[in-house]
């Protein structure tokens, strides 16, 4: 089976609310899917997006093309990099929760990623965009456990 996948995050302040758009297109079908958070970095909606679509995929060993705005997702798979922060625990590397959770899954698929350029008339993209920020701007903001967790345990305290 042949998936397009078309994902989105924003943030509104990086920190702040945030949300994910996501569209999926196989043959004559589709589905789109946005969730919003109360407190969350640009960075993880993006990842969040991939993952949560991969995770929609219920045929395993399906092929997937994941087009993405996002350098920080496509780059950290498409380069590698990814492969080596798990070979060293994501030591000192940011959101170790979803980069887990999407290896777990990635592993199951035939995935690969297209970086597309944000806000340049690309339909499908312009549409996860959307999704996003209406997720974003929503009233059901969901907690993003384990960013606040993080946040609560940081060094990063004025005094």
Same mark, same amino acid.
């Given at each position: 089976?042949?998936?397009?996948?078309?994902?989105?995050?924003?943030?509104?302040?990086?920190?702040?609310?945030?949300?994910?758009?996501?569209?999926?297109?196989?043959?004559?079908?589709?589905?789109?899917?946005?969730?919003?958070?109360?407190?969350?970095?640009?960075?993880?909606?993006?990842?969040?997006?991939?993952?949560?679509?991969?995770?929609?995929?219920?045929?395993?060993?399906?092929?997937?093309?994941?087009?993405?705005?996002?350098?920080?997702?496509?780059?950290?798979?498409?380069?590698?990099?990814?492969?080596?922060?798990?070979? %060293?625990?994501?030591?000192?590397?940011?959101?170790?929760?979803?980069?887990?959770?999407?290896?777990?899954?990635?592993?199951?698929? %035939?995935?690969?990623?297209?970086?597309?350029?944000?806000?340049?008339?690309?339909?499908?993209?312009?549409?996860?965009?959307?999704?996003?920020?209406?997720?974003?701007?929503?009233?059901?903001?969901?907690?993003?456990?384990?960013?606040?967790?993080?946040?609560?345990?940081?060094?990063?305290?004025?005094?």
């Amino acid at each position: 089976m042949s998936i397009t996948v078309y994902t989105d995050g924003s943030a509104k302040g990086n920190p702040g609310n945030g949300g994910y758009g996501v569209v999926m297109i196989s043959g004559q079908y589709r589905k789109e899917l946005k969730q919003g958070f109360r407190l969350t970095t640009n960075n993880r909606m993006e990842l969040l997006a991939v993952i949560v679509a991969l995770e929609n995929i219920k045929t395993k060993g399906s092929t997937i093309a994941i087009y993405s705005d996002s350098k920080y997702v496509v780059d950290a798979v498409e380069k590698k990099w990814v492969f080596g922060w798990e070979k %060293k625990n994501f030591n000192k590397k940011k959101n170790p929760d979803l980069w887990i959770r999407f290896l777990k899954i990635y592993r199951k698929q %035939k995935v690969s990623f297209i970086w597309v350029k944000g806000h340049a008339d690309n339909k499908e993209n312009e549409r996860c965009d959307v999704l996003a920020v209406q997720a974003a701007d929503g009233k059901n903001l969901q907690l993003d456990q384990w960013y606040e967790d993080s946040i609560e345990n940081s060094d990063s305290s004025l005094f």
